[in-house]
């Protein structure tokens, strides 16, 4: 039987690979990764048969597969001879450059939070498909979208060196693409849990911009920005943000919906384009505002360092987080970095990209707003616990130095000057400490209904009467061996 799969992946994901080789040889499927070279045989002739040989190439995306040159050759040649790619990410990551290129608008699947179910569920649908019987019409459908999306492409950069930004069809094609396969298996669009590899957004628009240069093209996509912006705008005064924030997108979308209509009465090319890159500009400088304003938030920053302090006190007591807040963490820092990331992907010079990435921070917003008071309460409950253990330590302390002082031998009128010093500084230690700890207790009963800054103040006290009770303790001892 011929190997119907290709597995391209990078030598540190080899038992991944590995895997996923042996999950679809269990279900009947044969599939190639280059632990099948056998020795003696050249590599670069025996990759390409089998890249040439299997219809379906999977992609196995990591941080290290990105850096290396020979799976971006795999990859090239993958989608020049139309195989059918299934990006798979072993890594939550972002891509850049010409895997970006490339993948930014096919669908892939997630294999890093449980990779090996997620594997076996990708082995699954791999073999459904492997197995099912491609139609010859189904099979020609495919062929002739594949090829008119390498058409438009080549369509779209002339264009752009033209200096106008034609809208592309890719979008629409690659949806037939996905409904040939889809003929052919008798499955849903959701048959390798489809998601965006970058922004949803990007599944909008090609790169070479939102606004088109001719007058149709214009209205319709300039159109679908004035409704990004105002969609925006509406969730940011529905989640109270300043009037500034609102204004901001409320402004935008009025002035591209005017910009539209203009280009809807016609023109010649310098004009339209001259419109339609007015238009791009003032979505993008409203999105990149928008998530600069969320990122500024007070919330962004404060309800992750909440989770973190709490898990940070958790540890330093000896304990860990339970898994509901380990969980709301993970969350906020999930939403964080997602603010990051849609900072980045406005960077760049695609609007529709940048307004789906000011959605991404906006969604981030909320899940970090929900999380607020989970957080505080983390937080405060967090400060208590250091009071106590920080308390409890310092305590100990204290108790371990009055012991010194009582295992220590008392100089009588004939001891020296030194010894009768040194018990001296037991005395006045053990004195000092039991205060130490007075001060520490005394806010005891008050630490269970303290707001933020009385906890933090209580926390704060109680450890730095641990550090100070720590060293009179082995100062202590030096002082006792003196005396015995």
Known sequence: MANEIFISYRRTDEPRARLLYNLLKERGVEAWYDAKIAAGEDWRTTTANALDAAPIFVLLMSRTASESGDIAKELAAATHKRKLVVPVRLDDMQLEGMFLYELASRNWTDAFQDPEAQLADL???LADLVKAELSPEAVEELEDNVAHIAAEKEEAAKAKRAGLALRSGSVALITAVVAAVVVAVGAGVSYF???????PAVASTTSDGAASASADGTAKQTVDLAASLKSLADTAKAAGRSDADVANLTDAATKVADLTNKAAEGGDAAALSALATEMNNTALDAARKEIAAIAAEPVVSATRNDFKVAEAEQKASGGTMNADLAQSLEDANNAQDAIKAAGETAG???????LGAAKSAQ???AVLVSLQSTASD??????????ASNSSAARSYAGQIAQVLASAKKPNVFSSSERKE????????DEWARERMAQVDVVASSVANADRKAA???????????REIEAALANCRISAAKLN
């Open 378 to 387: 983390a937080y405060l409950k967090g400060k208590r616990l250091a009071y």
């Open 123 to 125: 082995a699954d649908k």
């Open 363 to 365: 969604d981030a917003l």
């Open 422 to 429: 040194a018990y001296k500084f037991l005395v006045q230690t």
């Open 193 to 199: 849990h489809i998601t965006p590899w970058s922004n």
């Open 456 to 466: 933090a103040k209580y926390a704060s006290m109680a450890a730095a009467a641990k």
């Open 348 to 354: 760049g010079a695609d609007p529709a990209a940048a």
